[in-house]
């Protein structure tokens, strides 16, 4: 079994950044990806990014390139998303997931997810 715990969400203004972190436990990471996923009230669950935990090889969706950043920490087994230049539209839950072999931006390719953290970008 594989925990996921995210943190870092909150309330920030338009233009502004936060840090997400994604703390895993359980099962070595050696050959696991993360991903980063956020959902919207009514709309469904979608990719933002994702990294190879070997590799380092890194995909993030065209709607937050630019702005977002993924990164891990191989000894801390912790993953982050930088995001800045937030948005109103990126206002959503943010979730992280982990995967065997490579990354994936698919959210039904992921086995172990995280709770999840609320991020608010107010206009």
């Known amino acids: 079994q594989v925990q996921l715990v995210e943190s870092g969400g909150g309330l920030v203004q338009a233009g502004g950044s936060l840090r997400l972190s994604c703390a895993a436990s359980?099962?070595?990471?050696?050959?696991?990806?993360i991903g980063w996923f956020r959902q919207a009230p009514g709309k469904e669950r979608e990719f933002v990014a994702a990294i190879s935990w070997t590799s380092g090889t890194t995909y993030v969706a065209a709607s937050v390139e630019g702005r977002f950043t993924i990164s891990r920490d191989n000894a801390k087994n912790t993953a982050y998303l930088q995001m800045n230049s937030l948005k109103p539209e990126d206002t959503a839950v943010y979730y992280c997931?982990?995967?065997?072999?490579?990354?994936?931006?698919?959210?039904?390719?992921?086995?172990?997810w995280g709770q999840g953290t609320q991020v608010t970008v107010s206009s």
């Open positions: 997931a982990a995967r065997g072999g490579a990354p994936s931006m698919r959210v039904v390719e992921y086995e172990y």
């Open positions: 359980g099962r070595p990471f050696s050959s696991y990806a």
